[in-house]
């Protein structure tokens, strides 16, 4: 069933608001059930920076989620690698459903422009 441009507008809207980037603080707060559970490394102040510029890009509900997986399956703190290995396939779902989004609203508006 055809759907409208509008329609295609919404649903890239919604997608992008769930895929919105997570805050510093709320990294922290997402991470902080791992330093619990593990104790945060020695090096933590140091180590921070690159967990930030890995998961910065990601939102806060597909991290928690990671973590989740982590305390299940990991017996040390991870490393940015093991956590991304336990984002949630819904995660990568969406992302692929928001480049096909946006790949429909472009050929909408260059049919449109065609006109």
Not at 16 to 30: N, T, V, Y
Not at 103 to 113: E, I, P, R, S, T
């Amino acid at each position: 069933m055809p759907v409208g441009r509008d329609d295609i507008l919404a649903a890239t809207a919604d997608a992008e608001r769930s895929l919105a980037p997570i805050g510093p603080q709320q990294l922290l707060d997402a991470l902080a059930p791992l330093g619990a559970l593990f104790g945060w490394p020695d090096n933590w102040t140091a180590q921070l920076p690159i967990y930030e510029q890995v998961f910065a890009p990601l939102p806060a509900w597909a991290v928690a989620a990671a973590v989740r997986g982590a305390c299940a399956q990991c017996e040390f703190f991870p490393k940015p690698a093991q956590l991304s290995a336990q984002l949630p396939s819904t995660f990568h779902e969406l992302n692929r459903a928001l480049v096909k989004l946006r790949l429909a609203l472009f050929c909408c508006d260059k049919a449109v422009a065609r006109r």
